[in-house]
């Protein structure tokens, strides 16, 4: 640049970050609400999460002010074979990622749920073989009384059983699905391939499409 005095200004340089990929999906248990948590990654900017429920998806509301033009399609699209429930993660730059879940089984004490499908910008692939089964009892303190999970992605799966007089989470050498009359946190006699320390909890994490289970 160059003043009315002619002064001109040393050039400079500056790189910019353009944000060409859509934010990559959590799905795990919350500890303090009892609740399912969705949360987005991206690599250059922060997420927003949008959670809607069955009822919530026959038509547009303040939720999805700021994806109406997005979720417009995605009705039109889905409008015959609505799922149980779909999270939206947006960027900043407006990319967006979609989930949709079936729910299994959704009560006091569990939260069972089967992905259904992972969608990045509109461009959606069905998700097979793929649940997070959450089960668990609180006393009136507050208090972990029971907690396991059981998570399957394809090939991969992971059982957790969490014992509170020791506070030791225990990740399982056979991994099972959970069951209605599973409470017994006293039972030790399962084999154990991995002993932590506290209550911890497995989650499932996307990448690129893919479903992976870690904790």
Not at 181 to 189: K, L, N, P, S
């Amino acid at each position: 640049s160059t003043d009315k005095a002619n002064n001109q200004e040393e050039t400079k340089t500056e790189n910019i970050k353009i944000d060409k990929t859509a934010p990559e999906a959590k799905i795990s248990f919350n500890k303090e609400t009892q609740k399912l948590d969705i949360s987005g990654t991206d690599n250059l900017s922060d997420t927003s999460v949008t959670i809607l429920e069955k009822q919530e998806l026959i038509s547009t509301s303040k939720k999805t002010k700021k994806i109406k033009d997005w979720f417009k399609k995605w009705q039109n699209k889905h409008k015959k074979n609505l799922p149980d429930s779909l999270a939206i993660i947006t960027d900043q730059a407006g990319h967006t990622t979609s989930l949709s879940f079936e729910k299994t089984k959704d009560r006091d004490g569990f939260i069972f749920v089967r992905l259904l499908s992972i969608g990045y910008d509109g461009e959606e692939t069905d998700i097979k073989d793929t649940n997070a089964q959450y089960k668990w009892k609180i006393d009136k303190q507050g208090n972990y009384r029971f907690f396991a999970s059981s998570l399957k992605a394809g090939e991969t799966r992971l059982e957790s059983r969490y014992f509170p007089k020791k506070d030791e989470t225990r990740i399982m050498e056979k991994p099972q699905d959970l069951g209605d009359d599973d409470w017994d946190d006293e039972d030790e006699t399962k084999p154990a391939k991995q002993k932590l320390s506290g209550m911890v909890v497995p989650y499932m994490e996307s990448e690129k499409g893919e479903i992976g289970i870690k904790y």
